[in-house]
């Protein structure tokens, strides 16, 4: 059975940083691509940032220069590091991959950033 497990939210103060992760289970081979994405109450969801199995990444724009996604190919594990946090980043945060047909979501995981 196909799983994402993330990890790493929390609460932080405005200015901080956290580091989220995401683990694909029950896959054999490297995934296309993986990313995050983020709602916030009230918002329609949205991308943070992606990235391809050949480490081709994409943000959105106000993430751009504060986050920055890694990922290790060889175990579809996936990582968002998010530095100088805004309260406008409170969110849950989703992880998410893409291999053809297939298109998986994480249950995701809460970021709050108090100001």
């Known amino acids: 059975q196909v799983q994402l497990v993330e990890s790493g939210g929390g609460l932080v103060q405005a200015g901080g940083s956290l580091r989220l992760s995401c683990a694909a289970s029950?896959?054999?081979?490297?995934?296309?691509?993986m990313g995050w994405y983020r709602k916030a109450p009230g918002k329609q969801r949205e991308l943070v940032a992606t990235?391809?199995?050949?480490?081709?990444?994409n943000y959105a724009h106000s993430m751009k220069g504060r986050f920055t996604i890694s990922r290790d190919s060889a175990n579809n594990t996936v990582h968002l590091q998010m530095n100088n946090l805004k309260p406008e980043d409170t969110a849950v945060y989703y992880c998410?991959?893409?291999?053809?047909?297939?298109?998986?979501w994480g249950q995701g995981t809460q970021v709050t950033v108090s100001s």
């Open positions: 029950g896959i054999s081979f490297s995934l296309d691509l």
């Open positions: 998410n991959f893409e291999h053809g047909a297939l298109n998986k």
């Open positions: 990235i391809t199995k050949g480490h081709v990444t």
